[in-house]
């Protein structure tokens, strides 16, 4: 064996060790990267943004249907008709019943979401979380004892209108989970 047969197998070594780093660099990096993305979104919206969008899709049906019933009653009842102020009780009672074993325990299990799962949302979620826990304690507490019968009834208003229902932080929730879908779905598709 000679120097040039030596240089040759020293150059083809080098040489396929170079190949094989930037292979790995340009090559099988990108992929561990959009593999490690593709995980991370997965888990995004499986534990946090895919439960908070149902739970809000759930709460945002039952309160337009609630709404959807007292406009159609108010729409139909006749203040002299007994049996109309009745039925009224009995539709506020049935909506408080649904306020208090649905709507607010779908806010609770919300909270508990975004506080478990702090670690997979997105900073404008966290920012919002405030504005949304004021809202829910505002419920929270209203149940336990109505406000009209904690404050005067200005107090009672002021505080109804500063805790009204976040729908801005609501459709920030959603257009993250939406926007997490997308971006999901689109790494798969390109295979």
């Avoid at 506020?92 to 709507?103: G, M, P, Q, S």
């Amino acid at each position: 064996m000679t120097w040039w047969d030596i240089g040759k197998i020293l150059l083809t070594a080098i040489l396929t060790v170079l190949g094989s780093a930037l292979a790995f660099k340009y090559k099988f990096v990108p992929e561990l990267r959009t593999t490690k993305r593709a995980e991370f979104l997965e888990k995004q919206l499986s534990e946090l943004y895919g439960p908070l969008k149902i739970l809000i899709r759930k709460v945002r049906i039952l309160s337009e249907n609630r709404v959807h019933e007292l406009q159609a009653f108010h729409k139909y009842a006749k203040p002299e008709v007994p049996k109309h102020d009745e039925q009224h009780v009995q539709l506020i009672k049935k909506h408080n019943e649904e306020l208090r074993a649905i709507i607010i325990p779908a806010y609770e299990e919300m909270a508990t979401l975004l506080s478990t799962k702090a670690h997979l949302a997105e900073p404008e979620i966290i920012e919002g979380f405030d504005i949304f826990y004021r809202f829910l304690k505002t419920w929270q507490d209203h149940l336990g004892k109505p406000i009209a019968e904690r404050f005067p009834a200005p107090a009672a208003i002021e505080l109804g209108d500063e805790h009204k229902e976040p729908h801005g932080y609501f459709v920030l929730i959603e257009q993250q989970f939406e926007q997490k879908l997308q971006e999901y779905r689109s790494m798969f598709s390109h295979t």
